[in-house]
């Protein structure tokens, strides 16, 4: 199914939200926090546009930064999934406002 959201009106909208809420869905509510100090992070790109992705060498670029971006705000790193035009990971820290700041960061050395 497309990404439709902006397209649609304020009744359509409020249509989806109703059968999600009715079928049990959750609305998007991030920290989602998974057990103490366990947390999925994702973010997607604006309008779902295929721009972390949109050269295997960008994604590949996008990765290593995530990573290194991550790695010294969080004690594990378990799992990631970096597609062109969204990524998760599963992360363990400490401070969800210092792992939010980091996700905010460039590292100028990694570019190419």
């Not at 604006?46 to 996008?62: C, K, M, T, V, W």
Request: hydrophobic share 35%.
């Amino acid at each position: 199914m497309a990404y439709n959201w902006r397209q649609m009106t304020n009744e359509q909208r409020a249509e989806v939200l109703r059968t999600r809420q009715e079928s049990g869905q959750p609305w998007h509510g991030p920290p989602h926090g998974l057990e103490r100090h366990w947390y999925h992070v994702a973010a997607a790109c604006y309008d779902h546009q295929h721009i972390i992705g949109n050269s295997p060498e960008r994604l590949a670029l996008f990765e290593t930064k995530l990573l290194v971006i991550l790695s010294p705000e969080c004690e594990k790193i378990s799992g990631w999934c970096v597609l062109p035009n969204h990524y998760h990971v599963l992360v363990q820290c400490r401070s969800v406002p210092l792992c939010r700041a980091a996700l905010g960061l460039d590292i100028p050395s990694l570019e190419r």
